[in-house]
């Protein structure tokens, strides 16, 4: 029985990699003779985005951890110049976001992120492709949020505004969305009027919800929770995944480190192995928060060095993983949230 299981696994990973290759990830602009070029000439390997026309940067930059700090302004602002200058041309925001002390109302601090972001943006905008979110469900309520986004952003168009955080035990989230004064109806006449290029649809808990939603409406992009724990819980990569690569969405992991729980119990794996492992799977990039230079440095390093994982490796690393799967997997309400989150 083990051995058919692994055999399956096997299966599902030449799949997978199949998929990647079927995507452009392997191929092309990506092939082994750019990613070799790419590698001498220190630049950050670059993948589809599905059907926006775009290639983004392999590693991108989530503009949580200190760039949603209040009170941080210039850490953060050396993090997001220090990224475009590496050759990020992805960043990752939302409406929602501005990290609040235990005790404290979070409410007068969100927009904090895009803030920041907008600090750099009033000067670099053409470097980089930008993408922000409304966590408000109605047609009223999301309009509000993206007046604020432009403005705290500094700039009059947004490349990509996503539906934050889709609920997976609440049907009535979908429902939500789609009424006849709900968000979709808002981000639908945002792009007819050219004020956002694209649109796209979050979540964390249910690759089942998300898929639903791709299916019902042509979302350009989604963002996703997929880190190597996800085999063993609701896995994103074999249930939504395929679906999107078919649809040629563009695919934004996040999560991979799971809050740096990823390297608690004594170091289940590594940063590189944790990038290493989603960048293997047909995602377009993939996101992380960050909290100094020197991680965003390791990062973008890891990024350009990339090269596919074998099945060995893959297989190997998710064995590291399933012992803790329940805490790398917390975003699915497996175990409960960071604190500081």
């Known amino acids: 029985m083990q051995n058919f299981k692994i055999d399956s696994r096997r299966q599902f990973i030449k799949k997978m990699i199949a998929l990647s290759v079927a995507a452009g990830f392997y191929s092309g602009s990506n092939s082994v003779a750019a990613m070799i070029n790419s590698l001498a000439k220190g630049e950050m390997p670059k ?6 026309g775009y ?11 200190t760039v949603e700090i209040p009170g941080r302004e210039e850490d953060a602002l050396a993090i997001i110049n220090r990224a475009l200058d590496l050759g990020v041309n992805y960043i990752d925001t939302s409406a ?8 404290e109302d979070q409410l007068p601090l969100q927009g904090t992120s895009e803030r920041y972001v907008g600090q750099v943006l009033k000067t670099r905008r053409k470097e980089t492709f930008i993408a922000t979110k409304t966590h408000d469900r109605s047609y009223d309520g999301a309009m509000r949020h993206l007046e ?11 490349d990509l505004w996503q539906i934050h955080n889709v609920k997976s035990k609440e ?21 007819e009027e050219g004020i956002v290029k694209f649109l796209g649809v979050t979540g964390h808990e249910s690759p089942d919800q998300l898929r639903i939603l791709i299916e019902r ?3 350009d992009t989604i963002l996703t929770a997929i880190n190597a724990a996800d085999k063993h819980h609701d896995p994103v990569i074999e249930k939504l995944l395929p679906t999107a690569v078919e649809k040629n969405v563009g695919i934004v992991a996040m999560k991979i480190p799971a809050r740096d729980r990823i390297f608690s119990k004594g ?9 290493e492992y989603v960048f293997t799977f047909p995602i377009s990039t993939a996101i992380v928060g960050i909290d100094n230079l020197k991680e965003l440095e390791e990062n973008v390093q890891i990024a350009k060095n990339f090269a596919p994982l074998t099945e060995d490796e893959l297989l190997a690393i998710e064995n590291l993983t399933k012992p803790h799967y329940k805490d790398l ?3 699915k309400g497996l175990s409960d949230w960071p604190k500081d989150w």
């Open 217 to 219: 409406f042509p979302f």
């Open 47 to 52: 993948r589809p985005f599905g059907k926006t």
């Open 96 to 103: 929602y976001y501005g990290r609040a002390k235990e005790g």
């Open 55 to 65: 290639n983004i940067g392999l590693f991108s930059l989530g503009a949580q951890g």
């Open 329 to 331: 997997q917390f975003f």
């Open 267 to 275: 170091g289940i794996i590594t940063m590189k192995q944790a990038l």
């Open 148 to 158: 604020k986004s432009l403005k705290n952003l500094q700039t009059d168009k947004i």
């Open 171 to 191: 049907k009535e989230d979908i429902d939500k969305i789609f009424a006849d004064d709900g968000v979709l109806k808002a981000m639908k006449k945002a792009k």
